[in-house]
C-alpha cells in the first residue's frame, strides 16, 4: 500500500532508515515453529495467548532496558508466553538480529521478528519463525508475502484500518494482527481492534496489538475476536515473569 502521507517524524525516521538498510549475504530458509498451533496448544492449557516483546526501548517510551534478552525470554516463556517477538531495529528500538539469534537458540516457542521490512532482500538477514509486514509501509504485499513463504516463513501482516485488512486478505494473509496505534501519530485506541476485527474470517488467525495492559485490556480484545495478543511494554516494564504471568491468566480469572 505504502501510504506514508501524514506520519508522525519518529516514523518518518524510521522507514527512511529502514529504506537504506540491506539484507543478507544467502538467501534464509527456515523450519518455522507454528503459531497457530503454539496459541492452540496455549488454550488448551488455560491460558490467554501472549506474544510477549523483547524491546529494549522505542520512539514511544522512556528509557532503555538493558537486562540480558535471553534470561528475559526464558522468564517470559516460563510465566506462559506463547510466542516471542523480539526487535531487530537498531536504531530506534535497540534491537538486533543477534539477539533474535540467540532468544530463538534458547526457546522452544515460536519467535516474531518485528522490524520495518520493505524489500524481499531484507528478509535474508536472520532466521525467525515468522515475520511482520506492515501493509501500510509495503509496495508489493503480495510479492513479499510470497517470498517470505517461500523461504519458510509465517507471516504476520499489521493492519490498522479495514482497508489494510482487505489488503492483507487480498495477499493471502494467513496471520493479521490489528495495531491499536495509529502509526501517522502514534496514538492508542483500543476501538481499532473491535471496528475491524469483524472484517477478518475466522480462518486467519487475528493477532490484538499495542495498547494493551491490564487484565481488562485482554479480555476485551478476547471479546472482540483476537486469538492472541502482542504485548510489549506492559510486560516489559518492571517483572516481566509477573507481568507475563498477570496478562496470560485465564479470563475466567480476571
Given at each position: 500500500m505504502n501510504d506514508t502521507d501524514g506520519l508522525a517524524p519518529a516514523v518518518e525516521s524510521i522507514l527512511a532508515t529502514a529504506?537504506?538498510?540491506?539484507?543478507?549475504?544467502?538467501?534464509?530458509?527456515?523450519?518455522?515453529?507454528?503459531l497457530p498451533a503454539a496459541i492452540a496448544a496455549a488454550e488448551a492449557d488455560g491460558r490467554v495467548p501472549v506474544i510477549s516483546e523483547i524491546k529494549p526501548t522505542s520512539p514511544t517510551t522512556d528509557g532503555q532496558r538493558t537486562d540480558d534478552p535471553v534470561e528475559l525470554a526464558?522468564?517470559?516463556?516460563?510465566?506462559?508466553?506463547?510466542?516471542?517477538?523480539?526487535l531487530t531495529e537498531p536504531e530506534h528500538f535497540g534491537g538486533s538480529v543477534e539477539t533474535l539469534e540467540a532468544v530463538r537458540a534458547a526457546v522452544d516457542v515460536p519467535v516474531l521478528r518485528?522490524?520495518?521490512i520493505?524489500?524481499?532482500?531484507?528478509?535474508?538477514?536472520?532466521?525467525?519463525?515468522?515475520?511482520?509486514?506492515i501493509a501500510r509501509f509495503?509496495?508489493?504485499?503480495?510479492?513479499?508475502?510470497?517470498?517470505?513463504?517461500?523461504?519458510?516463513f509465517q507471516v504476520l501482516v499489521e493492519t490498522h484500518t479495514a482497508?489494510?485488512?482487505?489488503?492483507?486478505?487480498d495477499a493471502g494473509a494467513e496471520i493479521i494482527g490489528v495495531n491499536n496505534r495509529d502509526l501517522a501519530q502514534l496514538q492508542v485506541d483500543l476501538s481499532t481492534?473491535?471496528?475491524?476485527?469483524?472484517e477478518v474470517p475466522e480462518s486467519v488467525t487475528l493477532i490484538a496489538e499495542s495498547g494493551l495492559s491490564t487484565s481488562e485490556d485482554v479480555s476485551r480484545m478476547r471479546a472482540a475476536g483476537?486469538?492472541?495478543?502482542?504485548?510489549?511494554?506492559a510486560i516489559m516494564d518492571g517483572d516481566v515473569s509477573e507481568n507475563t504471568r498477570r496478562l496470560t491468566t485465564t479470563e475466567t480469572d480476571v
Amino acid at each position: 500500500m505504502n501510504d506514508t502521507d501524514g506520519l508522525a517524524p519518529a516514523v518518518e525516521s524510521i522507514l527512511a532508515t529502514a529504506r537504506e538498510r540491506g539484507g543478507g549475504d544467502e538467501r534464509v530458509s527456515v523450519d518455522s515453529r507454528s503459531l497457530p498451533a503454539a496459541i492452540a496448544a496455549a488454550e488448551a492449557d488455560g491460558r490467554v495467548p501472549v506474544i510477549s516483546e523483547i524491546k529494549p526501548t522505542s520512539p514511544t517510551t522512556d528509557g532503555q532496558r538493558t537486562d540480558d534478552p535471553v534470561e528475559l525470554a526464558e522468564e517470559m516463556v516460563g510465566a506462559g508466553a506463547t510466542a516471542l517477538s523480539v526487535l531487530t531495529e537498531p536504531e530506534h528500538f535497540g534491537g538486533s538480529v543477534e539477539t533474535l539469534e540467540a532468544v530463538r537458540a534458547a526457546v522452544d516457542v515460536p519467535v516474531l521478528r518485528k522490524d520495518f521490512i520493505l524489500r524481499e532482500e531484507q528478509l535474508d538477514t536472520v532466521e525467525a519463525d515468522l515475520i511482520l509486514l506492515i501493509a501500510r509501509f509495503v509496495d508489493d504485499l503480495d510479492g513479499l508475502v510470497t517470498a517470505a513463504r517461500e523461504r519458510g516463513f509465517q507471516v504476520l501482516v499489521e493492519t490498522h484500518t479495514a482497508p489494510e485488512v482487505e489488503a492483507a486478505l487480498d495477499a493471502g494473509a494467513e496471520i493479521i494482527g490489528v495495531n491499536n496505534r495509529d502509526l501517522a501519530q502514534l496514538q492508542v485506541d483500543l476501538s481499532t481492534f473491535e471496528s475491524v476485527a469483524s472484517e477478518v474470517p475466522e480462518s486467519v488467525t487475528l493477532i490484538a496489538e499495542s495498547g494493551l495492559s491490564t487484565s481488562e485490556d485482554v479480555s476485551r480484545m478476547r471479546a472482540a475476536g483476537a486469538d492472541a495478543l502482542l504485548i510489549g511494554s506492559a510486560i516489559m516494564d518492571g517483572d516481566v515473569s509477573e507481568n507475563t504471568r498477570r496478562l496470560t491468566t485465564t479470563e475466567t480469572d480476571v
